[in-house]
């Protein structure tokens, strides 16, 4: 998001608010087995492993070179957008006062090299939804032989909450 997209929704605008600005918005998102999309417990929020999926499937494949890496990116972008999504099912987003950490695993033969690269749109997200001080994280990108349903991109994320931080809205 520009810096005058920023100002156009507030310097305290509101996680969704921003995304919004930013033309991204949040899916709906449900367990698709026997767990939580996310858990909250003394202040931080874990999320469940999001996948690439969209509301006409999930986005499959396997990384292979650079040409790749503008897939790999949409694909993170997809998978971040529902983690934190997941993260709103159990609290609030404006609560969130520090994203600890983002977690992304990218089906990828050896030959590929630009699993950070890939990443970094999943964390450009992040700050740009959570802003410079609260949207900044550690991160690790992992490459992997298969994930589940053929997903391309699968993204976990820590999140730390306000003490006081209001439930789902």
């Known amino acids: 998001m520009t810096q ?28 698709q ?28 494949g396997c990384a292979h070179g650079e040409a790749d890496v503008p897939a790999v990116r949409r694909a993170c972008e997809i998978a971040v957008l529902r983690a934190i999504a997941a993260v709103r099912t159990v609290v609030d987003l404006d609560a969130v006062d520090q994203v600890l950490c983002l977690r992304g695993f990218v089906v990828a033969t050896p030959a590929f090299q630009c699993h950070s690269q890939a990443l970094d749109a999943a964390s450009d997200i992040l700050l740009h939804a959570f802003g410079p001080r609260a949207g900044v994280h550690v991160r690790s990108a992992l490459g992997v032989s298969s994930l589940p349903s053929g997903g391309l991109v699968e993204l976990e994320l820590t999140v730390g909450i306000s003490t006081s931080a209001p439930g789902p809205s």
């Open 4 to 31: 005058d997209a920023l100002r156009a929704v507030g310097g305290h605008a509101q996680v969704e608010q921003r995304l919004a600005a930013a033309g991204w918005h949040l899916p709906q998102v449900k367990a």
């Open 33 to 60: 087995g026997a767990y939580a999309v996310a858990v909250a417990r003394h202040g931080v929020v874990w999320t469940a492993g999001q996948l690439s999926r969209t509301e006409d499937g999930v986005l499959t």
